[in-house]
């Protein structure tokens, strides 16, 4: 069983940024696949990054160079550097893991960017 807790949230500005942070339990942390995804209102969970054991990033083209997504496997954290923000990003925030072939979600973290 894998818990995920994401922190960092918020009211951002535009043009700001917000780093979102997700600490994992579990002795097998640096196995996993670990990424982002993000729902807006009435729209679909899309996905916006990942990151393997390897620290292999991807990113969807819409936060391509404004987002960040790394990991710090002594601390079992993950996390999301969000720059240049945009009211587009405004959104519900959820980190996933993979592990043992099951997905484990966080419980969502709301990100508002506006000014």
């Known amino acids: 069983q894998v818990q995920l807790v994401e922190s960092g949230g918020g009211l951002g500005q535009p043009g700001g940024s917000l780093r979102l942070s997700c600490a994992a339990s579990?002795?097998?942390?640096?196995?996993?696949?670990m990424g982002w995804y993000r729902q807006a209102p009435g729209k679909q969970r899309d996905l916006v990054a990942k990151?393997?054991?390897?620290?292999?990033?991807n990113y969807t083209d819409s936060v391509k160079g404004r987002f960040t997504i790394s990991r710090d496997n002594a601390k079992n954290t993950m996390y999301l550097q969000m720059s240049s923000l945009k009211p587009e990003d405004t959104a519900v925030y959820y980190c996933?893991?993979?592990?043992?072939?099951?997905?484990?979600w966080g419980q969502g973290t709301q990100v508002t960017v506006s000014s």
């Open positions: 990151i393997t054991s390897t620290s292999k990033t």
């Open positions: 579990g002795s097998r942390f640096s196995i996993y696949t």
């Open positions: 996933y893991a993979l592990y043992d072939y099951r997905i484990y």
